[in-house]
């Protein structure tokens, strides 16, 4: 995944059956390396808006549950600050009223 944009199921599922053959599965640290690199030198905005355009496309196909975007928040939550935090919650509360 060179950029969130290029992100695909698929792509996932295929890295969690190699790493899950070993650990269970990708682990946070892991995904944080690799979002870090795809975002790296983007703004705050840029990012939240690209993660909010993206899940929003995949609200409208019906391919992005509540329980998904509750994981995703459960996962980068703990790496995030307060301020962060609170608008992490704010977008993904605002996709599951898609």
Do not use: H
Request: charged residues 30%; without cysteine; proline residues 2%.
């Amino acid at each position: 995944m060179k950029d969130f944009n290029s992100y695909t199921p698929e792509e996932s599922a295929k890295r969690s059956g190699e790493a899950g053959a070993q650990s269970g599965g990708e682990d946070i640290a892991s995904l944080a390396s690799r979002l870090t690199a795809a975002f790296a030198g983007k703004g705050e905005g840029d990012i939240l808006r690209a993660i909010y355009e993206e899940a929003e496309k995949s609200r409208r196909a019906g391919t992005l549950s509540d329980a998904d975007l509750d994981n995703f928040y459960n996962a980068l939550a703990p790496m995030l600050d307060g301020v962060k935090r609170k608008k992490l919650a704010f977008v993904i509360g605002r996709l599951k009223k898609m």
